[in-house]
């Protein structure tokens, strides 16, 4: 099967890069020039809840990185990987030539995995890291990044405007209670449609995925059956359907199967002119899966130390219920201090300068709080020899 990566094309595109979102290694780095948004009033935590008082961040550039040297290797979530591919390839070209990362897509439970083994510099997932996973992880530190809607697509003939669901009604179909798309719960939400008389081909993904652990982290909180049935998981027990490998390998299945839904990241809806499905949200509005949408979802939410956190079905008006942040996994204390500066140095960046990028590639980019939680965390919480890595005036 020929990949299609959303942004590049297929197999091939910007930068002379050959790129694949599964299993595939990005060579690149990125850069920028807006300075970065003022912690005034804002404290930083320890993991363990102790305060931290707030630091002036207002010295320390987006380019602060420009003379760091370093190879970086990265692997995790195939959601965050457009997203991180085109700020790799952004840093290296306008701020740090010297700083290369080579990121391999493989998943958000591949990239949970390598970080607790330590053999990678940096993680990416879609889902946060259980209990259990940051108990063999001490020190681990969750930086979110973005935050992106899972879309539900369809593959229905004949229809012509956009399915409506709510939360019950998708559970019901995941746990193959609702089994054909002419049942009285879809055809009550969708007047005039023209739904068949057809059974639903259910697609999920087959490995370990943020992107499924998002998508059934919601179906826990609109639907008790799926709560205490199948729970929340990055690699669920599914009840039915067909798993496909990644994100492209759901696109790939629901486009070749009638009368199929499934479930992946916007920017695989848009670039492969998936139909996107309107979610009812916790205030009872049908919404469109959109940049802005997502973005709705973490106003208002209480951000922990650890950036552990979940914003699906948000109570927001206008937020699209099925909504994540990513984070990118790094440990506290890092261990080399040329690549614990270079990753502190980029993840500065990528939260001023690397936003614009966002909602190019059909990601929200972050709310000014969080950015100002983030900066203290950086600028306080990652550390080499116990001193931190990211000081204005280096």
């Known amino acids: 099967m020929r990949i299609f990566h959303p942004r590049f094309g297929p197999a091939g595109g910007a930068c002379g890069l050959a790129l694949a979102l599964v299993g595939a290694a990005v060579l690149a780095a990125c850069g920028g020039s807006r300075g970065p948004l003022l912690a005034e009033g804002t404290a930083s935590v320890t993991a363990s809840g102790s305060p931290v008082p707030a630091v002036d961040v207002s010295g320390i550039p987006p380019d602060v990185g420009s003379s760091d040297e370093a190879q970086i290797t990265a692997a995790g979530s195939t959601f965050a990987a457009p997203l991180y591919t085109r700020w790799f390839i952004d840093y290296r070209a306008r701020v740090a030539a010297g700083v290369r990362s080579n990121y391999q897509a493989i998943g958000s439970g591949g990239g949970i995995q390598n970080i607790i083994r330590k053999t990678i510099d940096f993680g990416a997932t879609d889902a946060p890291m259980t209990d259990r996973e940051v108990a063999k992880a001490p020190g681990i530190q969750h930086i979110p990044t973005a935050i992106g809607p899972v879309v539900v697509t369809y593959n229905i003939n004949g229809i012509s405007q956009p399915l409506k669901l709510d939360g019950p009604t998708l559970a019901g179909i995941y746990l193959g209670k609702i089994a054909k798309w002419s049942d009285p719960a879809i055809v009550a939400q969708n007047a005039g449609a023209r739904l068949p008389d057809a059974d639903i081909i259910v697609v999920h993904r087959s490995d370990g995925s943020g992107t499924s652990y998002t998508f059934t982290d919601y179906l826990s909180k609109v639907s008790a059956d799926w709560a205490e049935g199948v729970g929340k998981s990055k690699n669920p027990q599914w009840p039915k359907g067909i798993g496909g490998q990644g994100n492209d390998g759901v696109t790939q299945y629901v486009r070749q199967n009638a009368n199929s839904i499934g479930y992946v990241e916007l920017i695989f809806a848009d670039k492969n002119n998936?139909?996107?499905?309107?979610?009812?949200?916790?205030?009872?509005?049908?919404?469109?899966?959109?940049?802005?949408?997502?973005?709705?979802?973490?106003?208002?939410v209480t951000l922990p130390p650890d950036y552990r956190v979940s914003i699906v079905n948000s109570r927001t008006s206008g937020a699209y219920p099925i909504s994540t942040f990513t984070w990118i996994l790094l440990y506290r204390e890092q261990s080399d201090a040329s690549k614990g500066k270079a990753l502190v140095d980029i993840l500065w960046w990528a939260i001023h300068d690397g936003q614009r990028t966002s909602q190019e590639l059909d990601y929200a980019a972050l709310p000014a709080d969080v950015v100002r939680a983030v900066e203290q965390t950086l600028a306080t919480q990652i550390t080499y020899d116990g001193r931190p890595l990211l000081r204005a005036g280096r």
């Open 274 to 300: 998936l139909p996107k499905a309107q979610l009812k949200n916790a205030s009872g509005e049908y919404i469109t899966p959109t940049t802005q949408s997502a973005s709705l979802a973490a106003q208002g």
